[in-house]
């Protein structure tokens, strides 16, 4: 059995909000986009999966997604989560009445493809299945096969509301980066552990680096970058970071703005992810 998976994502500025104390509003945005392109590349290497489906209103995550081979479908609704899956699940049913469909949380960041094959290949063996988040709580997929409705209740304990609707659910030893959706900056911590794709290693290195030098007279100095490159920040962008004090060594993260030799940092903190 082959299987279209639908992905939801909010547009890139309202999405993953419990991050910006991490992250900051402007890469929160950026790292939303990261997650969501991970987790679609991984999806379309997988031998059991026949197309990805994203449903959003983001014209940029449109853009990119499109990019890596998936069909973007327009949020019409705009009602939430469910509704933009119910919608997603219309779709292709619309075209392909006998479509097995499952949906997938975009936030899943260290998605592998064998793990993912795994938790397909079980899911096949139920009308309706889901797979629990890594807190047990929440769910990352929910399938349901030819013949049967999504019937999708994500959001907040959606683990007890799944298996409430009939859903099988489907228990299985090293599947962790299929459970691992990204919320917190712990979460992020988790899924860097794990190992993140492509997309939000490169992001989050343009996002952290080592504190290299530190004027406590100025409160001025540089940071290291993680491929080596120094850039200095003034006043103002350790002001911003609300810091007191800062020691060469110090993880620290950073936004950077300019391009070349214009390139500066505008904000530096301590690390928290």
């Given at each position: 059995m082959t299987w279209t998976l639908v992905v939801p994502l909010k547009p890139l500025a309202r999405a993953k909000t419990r991050l910006s104390d991490a992250a900051g509003d402007g890469p929160r945005a950026s790292l939303a986009l990261a997650f969501a392109q991970d987790t679609v590349?991984?999806?379309?290497?997988?031998?059991?999966?026949?197309?990805?489906?994203?449903?959003?209103?983001?014209?940029?995550?449109?853009?990119?997604?499109?990019?890596?081979?998936?069909?973007?479908?327009?949020?019409?609704?705009?009602?939430?989560?469910?509704?933009?899956?119910?919608?997603?699940?219309?779709?292709?049913?619309?075209?392909?009445?006998?479509?097995?469909?499952?949906?997938?949380?975009?936030?899943?960041?260290?998605?592998?493809?064998?793990?993912?094959?795994?938790?397909?290949?079980?899911?096949?063996?139920?009308?309706?299945?889901?797979?629990?988040?890594?807190?047990?709580?929440?769910?990352?997929?929910?399938?349901?096969?030819?013949?049967?409705?999504?019937?999708?209740?994500?959001?907040?304990?959606?683990?007890?509301?799944?298996r409430a609707s009939g859903a099988r659910e489907i228990e299985l030893a090293g599947v962790d980066s299929v459970r691992r959706d990204v919320d917190t900056a712990g979460d992020l911590r988790a899924a860097v552990a794990l190992g993140v794709g492509a997309h939000t290693r490169a992001r989050l290195a343009d996002m952290q680096g080592t504190a290299y030098t530190y004027d406590p007279e100025t409160r001025a100095g540089s940071v290291l970058l993680d491929d080596g490159t120094p850039l200095p920040f003034d006043t103002a962008a350790f002001d911003a970071g609300g810091l007191r004090m800062l020691r060469p060594g110090q993880r620290v993260r950073i936004e950077v703005e300019g391009e070349g030799e214009q390139r500066r940092i505008v904000f530096v903190t301590l690390q928290t992810f």
């Open positions: 590349g991984a999806a379309l290497a997988s031998r059991w999966v026949r197309e990805v489906t994203v449903v959003t209103d983001d014209p940029l995550a449109g853009r990119e997604l499109s990019a890596l081979g998936a069909r973007i479908l327009p949020d019409s609704p705009g009602l939430g989560l469910n509704a933009a899956l119910a919608h997603g699940a219309g779709a292709v049913r619309g075209e392909r009445p006998e479509a097995a469909v499952a949906a997938l949380n975009a936030d899943l960041p260290a998605l592998r493809t064998a793990e993912l094959d795994l938790v397909l290949e079980a899911a096949a063996g139920f009308s309706r299945a889901f797979l629990a988040d890594a807190a047990g709580v929440g769910t990352t997929l929910l399938s349901a096969a030819p013949g049967a409705g999504l019937a999708p209740a994500f959001g907040g304990p959606s683990r007890d509301r799944h």
